[in-house]
Nanobody, 115 residues
C-alpha cells in the first residue's frame, strides 16, 4: 500500500536546474532508506543518489557536486536538487523506498537536458 509519486521533471537547457520531488504515502517511516535512480535509452538503470534513515547520503560520481538529495520525513517527501545539468543527465528518473524486505518505485519522471 505504499505509493510514490514523482514530480518536477521536464525540459531544461544545459546548465539549468530542476528540483524533483517524490511524495510517499502509506506506511513509510523515518528509518526507511530512499533513493533516486535513472535510466537513459540504451543504458542500464543506475543509482543517482541515496539517503539513509540517518541522513547519510551517497551519490554517483557523475552527479557528485551537482545534485543534492534530501528528505522531509514529516511530509514523507524526498527531493533531488539538480544543478548544472548536462545532456548526459537526460533520463527517466525514478524514486524508491526500502520498506523492510520490500522495495517500492515511483512511476518515473522524464528529465531532458537539451538546447
Amino acid at each position: 500500500q505504499v505509493q510514490l509519486v514523482e514530480s518536477g521533471g521536464g525540459l531544461v537547457q544545459p546548465g539549468g536546474s530542476l528540483r524533483l520531488s517524490c511524495a510517499g504515502s502509506g506506511s513509510i517511516l523515518n528509518i526507511n532508506p530512499m533513493g533516486w535512480y535513472r535510466q537513459a535509452p540504451g543504458k542500464q538503470r543506475e543509482l543517482v543518489a541515496r539517503i539513509s534513515s540517518g541522513g547519510i547520503t551517497n551519490y554517483a560520481d557523475s552527479v557528485k557536486g551537482r545534485f543534492t538529495i534530501s528528505r522531509d520525513n514529516a511530509k514523507n517527501t524526498m527531493y533531488l536538487q539538480m544543478n548544472s545539468l548536462k545532456p548526459a543527465d537526460t533520463a527517466v528518473y525514478y524514486c524508491n523506498v526500502e520498506l523492510g524486505p520490500y522495495i517500492y518505485w515511483g512511476q518515473g519522471t522524464q528529465v531532458t537536458v537539451s538546447s
